[in-house]
């Protein structure tokens, strides 16, 4: 039905960024795709585009938000704890042997938010588990991958609840499109202006080698550590096998790994974090020693604490990112309720397992390697938002002297 409201031109031009930019997919790779059915058009279109490129096989992996109730509404209790292994396995097999990674996302955010969250954790965690082994290929970046997102009308009615639907999705039709920058002539021109911008503010951090940066703003005063040997990305970047590819479209944040057992204070979130389809409104934590000590929401407390729960490194931080309070999605003023959105919007920080990639000769460290540096280990990865208009914050060097990086959310250099 959204076939006739979203622009099919805009959708080619989106998926033919999608693979050249997005995922720069190579001579006969293989492309492992996952999507909602309802982005079957665009799934199409990007599968269309991959062959051109001269992809081996696209095998795309669909969802449907009516299934998922269906398991929720129907299944016995056990049913909860397991996963499609056999699946998952076959993904990291693909990955092991080549394939590319592409995600589609754009189902409802909020569709498990009236179901038990009980039952949401213990699936969500049993499908982790099994997910683990391919998430190792994306989490240390051996292969190149690109998340992306369609306008479904569950999504489109999440973000203009009180918009007709066709006006709903076109209304998100047009917010991703210009996030996406999909909308002017040349697309991969704008890419590449986009991502030198970015390259330009890595580069400035990785002069610094900032011990810490000191976060401050309305409930907020917290010092996160770096990791030793901490590097920062941001934009188009390039994966173990060799291939340079935008992991997020859009993308306005840049990005490092902090210290697991170096974050001191307290924060609090600046925009609702949508988890697994509930919503978590106003989050309050405390760290010491790296650590969550206290937790506490305004709303979907119990899924935050659930969340916390997860394992030992799910209490701990995994990223830190910076995003200006003027990037574009800050100012559409929309919330997306969508990490991939929301998330380059303002300046987050990340729960769980870090990117062994945010580190000097990230590729060649072994996993031991990474923790001794001070990275995180974790069955999550779950952004939340720390930043906004009167958010400042300080990069506080070795010797202990302090550098402007942000003041009143914007860049201080
Ligand atoms: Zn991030
Ligand atoms: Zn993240």
Known sequence: ??????????????????????????????????????????????????????????????????????????????????????????????????????????????????????????????????????????????????ILSYPTLSWAKRVFPDLPDDDAVAKLADAIFAASRVLGEDPVSEWKAHNAAL???????????FDALHFTGPGTDLKVGLADGHEWMGGASTAQNGVTCNPNMPTEEVFTTPHAAKVEGYVRSTKPLSHQGSLIDEIEVRFEGGTITEARASKGEQVLLKLLDTDEGARRLGEVALVPHSSPISQSGLLFYNTLYDENAACHIALGQCYSKCFLNGASLSEDEVKAKGGNSSMIHVDWMIGGAETDIDGIAEDGSRVPVFRRGEWAR
Request: hydrophobic letters at 45%.
């Open 1 to 146: 039905m959204t076939q006739d409201i979203v622009d099919p031109r805009t959708l080619d031009r989106l998926a033919d960024v999608a693979i050249s930019v997005g995922l720069n997919l190579q001579q006969g790779q293989d492309l492992i795709l996952t999507a909602p059915m309802d982005a079957l058009p665009l799934v199409r279109r990007i599968a269309a585009a991959a062959y051109r490129a001269g992809a081996g096989v696209v095998t795309p992996i669909f969802s449907d938000e009516e299934l998922t109730l269906a398991r929720y509404r129907n299944a016995q209790d056990e049913s909860f704890d397991r996963a499609p292994n056999w699946l998952l396995d076959g993904m990291a097999a693909g990955f092991a042997s080549g394939a590319a990674r592409m995600a589609i996302v754009g189902d409802d955010p909020m569709l498990l938010a009236e179901e038990d969250p009980e039952k949401v954790a213990r699936a969500g965690k049993a499908n982790s588990i099994a997910y683990r082994p391919a998430l190792e290929h994306i989490a240390n970046f051996k292969i190149n991958w690109s």
């Open 199 to 209: 390259a330009e503010r890595t580069a400035w951090l990785n002069g610094k080698r």
